[in-house]
């Protein structure tokens, strides 16, 4: 349509990526997605922080944990215990994958899993910051390497369990007991795979 090459268009949907004004993803459900709107320029910040060194890996992961666990606490209050049966199914999407060995089509479910999550808390802007967040940690990953932490849809289903009884504090223990177990994993993939904290594209792709 516009009479250039494949490796242009190629070339332009990295460039509108890196911008957080697109999200690129492989897989079944893969494709070039419009990030919607504010939430890439966000990220984008985000990104920027983890790649030139201003915050280490570290410290973005001890906020996450945090906000993830104010998004619980305002979710059980928000939310009728009963409503977070719906995101059941989508645990057992995640363990199909995992059995199937698609690294990268689980990596976007358990994304959009923790998104939805914080959608109880019923506030938009919270919402925003935690899918910022988590397109950092997606693209993290897709850097680091195809290795999955196998312990996430367990824990989802424990945390869901425990909203639904009712158990405020047996959720918020379990988010902060996988969000620790999650920061290891990063850290030893990191280290694996040679980015040091402070490595300039660190989260971005080619």
Do not use: C
Not at 127 to 155: N, Q
Request: aromatic share 6%.
């Amino acid at each position: 349509m516009f009479a250039v090459s494949r490796t242009a268009v190629r070339e332009a949907l990295r460039s509108l990526e890196m911008f957080g004004l697109i999200d690129l993803r492989k897989g079944s459900r893969g494709g070039a997605f419009v990030v919607e709107s504010g939430i890439g320029v966000i990220s984008q910040s985000f990104r920027d922080m983890v790649d030139f060194g201003r915050v280490s890996l570290e410290t973005f992961m001890d906020a996450r944990r945090m906000i993830g666990e104010v998004a619980i606490r305002a979710a059980a209050k928000r939310t009728d215990p009963g409503d977070f049966g719906k995101l059941i199914p989508k645990i057992a999407v995640i363990e199909a994958l995992t059995d199937d060995g698609n690294v990268p089509e689980r990596r976007e479910r358990i994304v959009d899993f923790t998104n939805e999550l914080a959608e109880f808390a019923g506030n938009e802007v919270f919402s925003a910051i935690t899918v910022a967040m988590s397109e950092v940690i997606r693209a993290y990953s897709k850097v680091t390497g195809p290795v999955p932490l196998l312990p996430i849809a367990p824990a989802f289903r424990e945390i869901l369990t425990a909203l639904k009884q009712g158990d405020v504090e047996e959720a918020v223990r379990v988010h902060n007991e996988i969000s620790d177990i999650s920061l290891e994993h990063l850290v030893r993939l990191r280290d694996e795979f040679g980015h040091p904290a402070g490595n300039r594209y660190m989260t971005r792709n080619g």
